[in-house]
């Protein structure tokens, strides 16, 4: 299925650290397959030119109604400025109720190491979505309450 990949021309000094992103969504049903791919494609050129973004891929499977996203950013603060601004943001917020689950994991890495490989990013996906399921579930803490 389609594999959308994108490098920056200009990459970052192979000295320096990145911060990476590794997204899974799974849609409900196969008719919010089409509306979140072609929402993800509006999405995909805003990072095109976002402030920090060193590179991103896409990977739909629509008959399995799940997509996975990479992305690679000069820090933490660039990755979330994007994620806060339109279109990313209404288009989070619009797809928001056609999601049946969804998974991220973030770590630094040596920009000497760009392009991220899908299996890692695969793999790291797994492990954090071993974690959550492990996490055991703990009460809320009373309102005012020291935690």
């Known amino acids: 299925m389609p594999t959308l990949r994108w490098a920056v021309p200009d990459p970052p000094s192979p000295d320096t650290q990145v911060y990476v992103?590794?997204?899974r969504f799974e849609v409900r049903s196969r008719r919010d397959t089409l509306r979140f791919f072609l929402?993800?494609?509006s999405a995909w050129r805003q990072v095109r030119s976002a402030p920090g973004a060193l590179g991103a891929s896409l990977i739909?499977?629509?008959?399995?109604?799940?997509?996975y996203?990479?992305?690679w950013w000069v820090h933490r603060d660039a990755l979330y400025s994007?994620?806060?601004t339109e279109p990313h943001r209404g288009i989070m917020t619009a797809l928001r109720s056609t999601?049946?689950?969804?998974?991220?994991?973030?770590?630094e890495a040596p920009a000497d190491r760009l392009p991220i490989p899908w299996e890692e990013?695969?793999?790291?996906?797994a492990d954090q979505t071993r974690a959550d399921v492990d996490r055991p579930m703990t009460a809320p803490a009373e309102p005012g309450s020291a935690q």
């Open 82 to 84: 994007y994620a806060r």
């Open 39 to 41: 929402r993800s494609l």
């Open 69 to 71: 996203t990479l992305s």
């Open 121 to 125: 990013a695969h793999r790291r996906l």
């Open 21 to 23: 992103m590794a997204s």
């Open 60 to 67: 739909a499977h629509p008959s399995k109604r799940t997509f």
């Open 99 to 107: 999601m049946k689950t969804s998974a991220f994991t973030f770590w």
